[in-house]
């Protein structure tokens, strides 16, 4: 009787711990199943967002930001309007993306850069990416050039802030960094447009001698 118990017992535990190895295959299956078909889904994502993106830039290039609707971008990319809403809610939100992007650690300075190499790191970074920026820096889009304007105050105005504040200590800073902030806007715009016969430093060069020209030869007022 106590062999046949201890018997039973044996095939009992053999019996438990091939079913534990069974599910265990199957749960490892099923995982498997489940981590590539979120592979494929994140891959099938990540094509319709670069389709709608790309869609979107060529239309800012062909159209221009304000007349491209969101049908445009859908029939160009050639996903359903559910889809597009599924990734972007309107295309304010593309744009807001594409500018996240064209910011994301630019304006970040190494503390071994001088002035001049930053500011020509900027100008070049601009000119790789001028089919995601010309339009918009031509077309003075607004919602572009405030968040440039807020990148700019904020790193390349306080370069050159104390030597302007001395000449000119009569006049709001605010001006001051306006005049700033649009200067290099401009100078940006004139290079891309018209100047591209010049080098990232050359143009780097005028921008940092017209400032200087302000500053050492301050009007009498």
């Given at each position: ?72 971008i ?5 996903v ?10 309107s ?10 992007y ?12 001088t ?13 790789k990416n ?18 440039l304007h ?72």
């Open positions: 009787m106590g062999i046949y118990i201890l018997l039973s017992f044996v095939l009992s535990n053999k019996i438990q711990r091939k079913d534990r190895s069974k599910r265990s295959v199957l749960f490892s299956s099923e995982q498997f199943v489940s981590s590539v078909y979120m592979l494929k889904r994140d891959r099938r994502v990540n094509k319709t967002k670069k389709a709608i993106y790309q869609a979107f830039l060529q239309l800012l290039n062909d159209k221009g930001y304000d007349a491209t609707t969101v049908q445009n859908i029939d160009l990319a050639d359903g309007r559910s889809t597009f809403y599924c990734h972007y809610e295309k304010e939100l593309l744009l807001d993306e594409l500018c996240r064209l910011f994301h650690h630019l304006f970040e300075r190494e503390e071994h850069l002035t001049e190499d930053y500011l020509a790191h900027i100008f070049l970074h601009f000119q001028q089919d995601h920026v010309t339009s918009l820096l031509f077309s003075k889009n607004d919602y572009f050039l405030r968040q807020k990148e700019l105050e904020h790193h390349v105005y306080p370069m050159v802030t104390d030597d302007l504040q001395e000449a000119y200590p009569n006049i709001p800073a605010s001006y001051l960094q306006h005049f700033v902030v649009t200067n290099f806007i401009e100078t940006l715009t004139w290079w891309l447009k018209k100047g591209q016969t010049y080098t990232e430093d050359q143009v780097v060069r005028f921008y940092l001698e017209v400032m200087e020209m302000t500053y050492t030869t301050p009007l009498d007022i």
